[in-house]
C-alpha cells in the first residue's frame, strides 16, 4: 500500500466514509442564464443552505420538454400557461411566482416602422408588419418567443407569411438573435434584463415598454419524483423554498447591473 492509499484508508477510518454533496439540475432559460442571474445566486444558495446547483439554459419550451423527461430538478421559466399545463399534467407538484421584469422592443435609433409613436405594443407590431420592416425572431418555443407570438396574434398578423423576407425566424437564443438583428438593422423583442447585460449594443435604443403586455413573469416548480423517481426531491425542494422565502427574495431583489435591478421578486 503506498503513501496515499494509506492516508486515505487512515482518514476513512478516522472520520467516516467521505460523503459527496448532490448536484441538483435545474432547467432553466437563457434570459436568467445571459443576465448573470445564475452565477451571482447560485454561489449565495451553496453557502446559505449547503446545496449546488447546475443550470440547462435553453429556452422554455426546451426547458419543461426536458424536465417532462426527468432531466431536472427544479424548472424556473417564463410562460405562465406552459408552466400551469405542466403542473396539470402531472410532471410537476408545484409552482410558484418567483420574480418579473419585462419585455422591451429594441431597433435602430432612426427607428423606420416608427414603433416609437404607436400607443400599444400591438400596434407597434402592426406597423413592422405594414412596413415589412426587418424583424428577428428567436424562433424558438422560448418565453420571449411565446410572448411575440401572443403579440402577432393580436396584432391580427401572421408574421410567417413574411418568413424569409421581412420575418426572420433565426431559432437560436437570446444573445444570438440580438447580433443577428443588429447587424440587419432589424427589430427585436427581448427581456430586459438580457438587453441591460448584453454587450454588443452598439448604436440600438428601447424603443417601444411598458406596455401591460409585456410584463414578464418567472416560475418556478418542483419536478414531480412520482412521475420522475430520479428527482433530487429533498435537495430540490429545500431550494426551491429558499428561493420563495424572505431571504431569498431580498437576494433576488439586490441582483444588479450598472446600478439596474435585473429582477424584481414576486412570491406571496
Given amino acids: ?63 419543461i420538454k426536458n424536465a417532462e423527461k426527468c432531466d431536472g430538478d427544479v424548472l424556473l421559466v417564463h410562460a405562465t400557461e406552459r408552466e400551469k399545463e405542466f403542473i396539470k399534467n402531472k410532471f410537476g407538484i408545484f409552482r410558484q411566482n418567483l420574480m418579473y421584469n419585462d419585455f422591451v422592443l429594441v431597433g435602430p435609433p432612426h427607428d423606420p416602422a416608427l414603433v416609437s409613436q404607436a400607443n400599444n405594443i400591438v400596434n407597434a407590431f402592426k406597423y413592422i408588419a405594414l412596413g415589412q420592416h426587418l424583424f428577428t425572431s428567436r424562433g424558438d418555443d422560448s418565453g420571449t418567443n411565446i410572448k411575440e407570438l401572443e403579440i402577432w396574434k393580436l396584432s391580427e398578423t401572421n408574421p410567417k407569411l413574411g418568413s424569409g423576407n421581412w420575418y426572420l425566424e433565426l431559432g437560436s437564443g437570446m444573445g444570438s438573435t440580438l447580433n443577428t438583428g443588429i447587424q440587419l438593422n432589424a427589430y427585436i423583442l427581448t427581456d430586459r434584463s438580457t438587453w441591460i447585460k448584453f454587450q454588443n449594443k452598439l448604436d440600438y435604443v428601447i424603443l417601444f415598454q411598458e406596455d401591460p403586455l409585456m410584463f414578464n413573469q418567472y416560475g418556478i416548480i418542483l419536478v414531480n419524483p412520482a412521475h420522475c423517481p430520479n428527482v433530487r426531491s429533498i435537495s430540490a425542494k429545500k431550494l426551491v423554498n429558499w428561493m420563495i422565502s424572505d431571504i431569498g427574495q431580498k437576494y433576488i431583489g439586490s441582483y444588479k447591473v450598472n446600478g439596474e435591478q435585473l429582477f424584481f421578486p414576486n412570491a406571496p
Avoid at 460523503?19 to 437563457?30: G, N, R, W, Y
Avoid at 453557502?47 to 443550470?55: C, Q, T
Fill in 1 to 63: 500500500m503506498n503513501k496515499k492509499s494509506f492516508l486515505l484508508l487512515f482518514y476513512f477510518i478516522i472520520a467516516g466514509p467521505i460523503v459527496f454533496a448532490e448536484t441538483i439540475l435545474i432547467q432553466s432559460t437563457t434570459s436568467t442564464k445571459n443576465s448573470g442571474f445564475f452565477d451571482y445566486i447560485l454561489p449565495i444558495i451553496e453557502n446559505e443552505i449547503g446545496i449546488k446547483s447546475s443550470v440547462i439554459a435553453v429556452g422554455t419550451g426546451a426547458a
